[in-house]
Nanobody, 126 residues
Framework: QVQLVESGGGLVQAGGSLTLSCTAS????????MGWFRRTPGKEREFVTS????????KYVDSVKGRFTVSRDNTKNTVYLQMNSLKPEDTAVYYCAAVATMTRSFTTRANEYDYWGQGTQVTVSS
C-alpha cells in the first residue's frame, strides 16, 4: 500500500508564493506518474498538473500555466508544487495523487489515479 502525505499549505496574500510537498511511502515512487488536484466547496475536483516518472514531462491546467511549477525528486520520494503569483481563486484543498501503472507520461483524469493524499488547505487572501 502506498501512502501520500502532503504538506506546505497555509494562508498567503494574493501575489505570494507557497510550495507544497507530497512524500510517498514505499520503494516504487520513481515508477509513479504523479499529479496534483484541487477542490473548492461546491465544485468538482480540478486537475492542476501532472508529471512523468522521470520528471521530464509535465502538464498544467491553463489557469496555472506560468505560475505553478511541478517537480519531483525520486531520491526523496517527493513531488513538489511551487505556486507563485497566487490568486484568491487558487484557494482550495490541494491533493497529490499517484498512478501505479501507466504507459502514458501523464494524465489529467482523476479516475486514473490509484492513490491519494489527505489534502492540504491553501488559502489566498485578497
Amino acid at each position: 500500500q502506498v501512502q501520500l502525505v502532503e504538506s506546505g499549505g497555509g494562508l498567503v496574500q494574493a501575489g505570494g508564493s507557497l510550495t507544497l510537498s507530497c512524500t510517498a511511502s514505499g520503494r516504487t515512487f520513481s515508477s509513479f506518474v504523479m499529479g496534483w488536484f484541487r477542490r473548492t466547496p461546491g465544485k468538482e475536483r480540478e486537475f492542476v498538473t501532472s508529471i512523468s516518472r522521470s520528471g521530464g514531462i509535465t502538464k498544467y491546467v491553463d489557469s496555472v500555466k506560468g505560475r505553478f511549477t511541478v517537480s519531483r525528486d525520486n531520491t526523496k520520494n517527493t513531488v513538489y508544487l511551487q505556486m507563485n503569483s497566487l490568486k484568491p481563486e487558487d484557494t482550495a484543498v490541494y491533493y497529490c495523487a499517484a498512478v501505479a501503472t501507466m504507459t502514458r507520461s501523464f494524465t489529467t483524469r482523476a479516475n486514473e489515479y490509484d492513490y491519494w493524499g489527505q489534502g492540504t488547505q491553501v488559502t489566498v487572501s485578497s
